[in-house]
């Protein structure tokens, strides 16, 4: 495998900004969506046959040969799938997860599909009934399968930082089982609910980062925790009191954990929470909770301007995202693309502790050129020291 | 019945006490219309203030919607469909391709509590039933809900659809959802655009001209 441009390895290059020093040039990171991913590989003129799997975002893991042709620095790897198969049905568009979620492919407007959630498992279940429920697994053996084998190999052999999740949401988790609705309101008429649902997942997402730190945890630079969107577009979607007396318990035990042992196996390892909307305002409790890296800093989400984050909590947190995905990837000029990585760029990588990418799975209807203006912006403004 | 006593538990989402006081206030000779704009809607005007005021989040404002949609319910058994008691009518869904339903759902709980006629016509909704139920219920007010980049070009498409249909003149397009934005609204020939639920109310009253 090549090496990339600049001084630096694409993995030192990643360490030191989540160490808040200036690498060489800020690193770039991505994840995409198959159909993003077949249009990227098809510009790039990439012709590799893959058995892709899309999660449950319709993402899927990209190719280090691609992560290499199109120049990222950190890698996304999956895990290893269960062993015990999900709900299964005869609909061919329809697929169960492993926690019973249903999830539906939507078709998109030009060509592909979106996955999304079309039915709860947990709707109408009592507190009672969340003890029969049939519960992921994760010592199922399948978790861990040639997990270890694949994360050396990427190491070992590859230059790129490895991003990863292992356990995953609590909040979130609990609104995909529930209903988003439900769930919500359950947090104001029927807490003792909510406390019973958040102490079950997040016991199993510990035991999902228990048996996958043990696995490779030596090998990831950065662990995902989770996908927790505590912002709408416009305000968070629960208050900081609520969060604090309902979520922020369940929460801080599990990053504790999953930072406490990561860092026995890497001790230069960070955690990082994605979190989408407006979010800023729990910005300082999970600063206190040691969140090292934060993704996706929504551009068009209220109260999350890159420069105030950056003065306010730049010294604490590393940055992961920025090139924005409502408008900018989507529907704009590779102008424009080039414009708004620019200011990011500026706003967000003085002093270290910058990531660029997407601040989503990049969607169907991002053309592929524009992924590469973001790529060449980086290219263009993003070396050391940043002048702009 | 004390009319703010009603009002105080709406905000408070106190639905046990919203269903008896509307049923005491009718049982004491109120007229329906009375209660629901002199208690129902004023109590949910001031969640709308809450939430844009960051006092209220989702959880309150939807608990306070739940208690209000149980005082409605008791009101809507009266209303006749001739004799409508309603602003106006407001037909609301999610565009074609696109699930996503809470904001929708809030905006629409909103409207109703403001005296608006509320059909909902869910998620996934082609424009062939928007125009259907706009000319089935001669709905004043069309609000389009999409969440994703990837579902805003249905939304451009539902309106280009309404247009051919000839109804365009006879409704107003309000447009909303996450990645909406009010040049986006004035590029898809959108009347107005509202950034959450209490802005969809008073973009609707303006674009009706009702105080």
Redesign the interface.
């Known amino acids: 495998m090549n090496k990339s441009k600049g001084s630096m390895t694409r993995r030192e290059r990643v360490v030191a900004a989540l160490d808040h020093k200036e690498p060489d040039r800020v690193p770039l990171s991505m994840s995409i969506t198959i159909n993003a991913y077949d249009n990227l590989k098809h510009y790039l003129g990439i012709d590799l046959e893959e058995d892709l799997n899309p999660g449950r975002w319709t993402e899927v893991p990209i190719h280090p040969l691609v992560a290499e042709k199109f120049g990222l620095d950190v890698i996304w790897l999956p895990t290893g799938k269960a062993h015990k198969k999900p709900r299964q049905t005869d609909d061919p568009n329809k697929w169960y997860d492993g926690w019973g979620v249903e999830w ?1 492919k ?5 060509g592909g599909y ?1 996955n ?3 039915c709860a498992p947990l709707k109408d279940a009592t507190i009672q009934e969340l003890e029969d429920f049939d519960w992921p697994d994760p010592f199922d053996p399948g978790i861990t399968e040639g997990v270890r084998e694949y994360y050396k190999h990427i190491h070992n052999d590859t230059e790129f930082a490895i991003l990863t999740k292992f356990g995953g949401a609590v909040f979130e988790q609990a609104w995909y089982l529930r209903g ?2 439900t769930f ?2 359950d ?3 029927n807490p003792e609910f909510v406390e019973a649902l958040l102490e079950k997942i997040a016991r199993i997402q510990m035991g999902f980062d228990e048996v996958l730190i043990a696995a490779a945890g030596e090998y990831v630079d950065i662990l995902r925790l989770s996908g927790e969107d505590m912002g ?8 900081l009191p ?1 969060f604090r007396r309902m979520v922020r318990p369940h929460l801080e035990r599990l990053w504790a954990y999953a930072k406490e042992n990561l860092l026995k196996k890497n001790p230069n390892a960070k955690i990082m929470l994605h979190s989408c909307g407006a979010v800023s305002s729990f910005l300082p409790d999970w600063i206190d909770m040691k969140l090292d890296v934060l993704d996706p800093i929504q551009p ?1 989400a209220k109260g999350m301007d890159p420069f105030e984050l950056k003065a306010a909590f730049g010294d604490k947190l590393t940055f992961h995202g920025g090139i924005d ?3 900018v990837l ?2 704009g000029t590779i102008e424009e693309v080039r414009e708004h990585t620019r200011k990011y760029i500026k706003a967000l990588a003085p002093g270290g502790g910058y990531i660029c990418a997407p601040v989503h799975n990049v ?3 991002v053309p592929p050129e524009n992924l590469v203006a973001m790529r060449d912006a980086v290219e263009e403004f993003g070396y050391y020291p940043i002048n702009l | 019945m004390n009319m703010e006593d009603l009002v105080k538990a709406v905000i408070e989402g106190n639905a046990p006490v919203v269903s008896r006081l509307v049923v005491q206030g009718l049982d004491e000779g109120l007229e329906a219309a009375t209660i629901l704009s002199e208690g129902l809607t004023p109590g949910m005007s001031t969640v709308g203030e809450l939430f844009q005021n960051g006092e209220y989040f989702l959880p309150e404002m939807l608990f306070s919607a739940k208690a209000m949609a149980g005082g409605l319910e008791h009101l809507e058994a009266i209303f006749s469909t001739s004799d409508s008691n309603s602003l106006a009518t407001v037909v609301i869904g999610t565009v074609k391709g696109d699930l996503h339903d809470i904001g929708k759902n809030i905006v629409g709980m909103i409207m109703k509590g403001a005296g608006f006629n509320v059909v909902d016509l869910g998620i996934d909704v082609p424009a062939e039933r928007f125009v259907e139920a706009v000319s089935e219920k001669s709905a004043d007010i069309l609000a389009l809900s999409a969440l994703l980049s990837t579902t805003m070009p249905s939304m451009r498409d539902t309106i280009g659809i309404v247009a051919k249909s000839g109804i365009r003149d006879r409704v107003k397009i309000l447009v909303g959802g996450a990645p909406i934005t009010s040049k986006f609204a004035d590029e898809i020939g959108a009347d107005g655009y509202a950034e959450d639920a209490p802005g969809a109310v008073t973009k609707a009253k303006g674009l009706l001209k009702l105080s």
Do not use: R, W
């Open positions: 539906t939507i078709p998109l407007t030009g979106y999304e959630m079309t988003m609705e919500l309101l947090m104001v008429e709408t577009q416009e305000n968070p979607i629960i208050s609520m068009k995905a409502q408008h989507p529907f969607q169907g209807d």
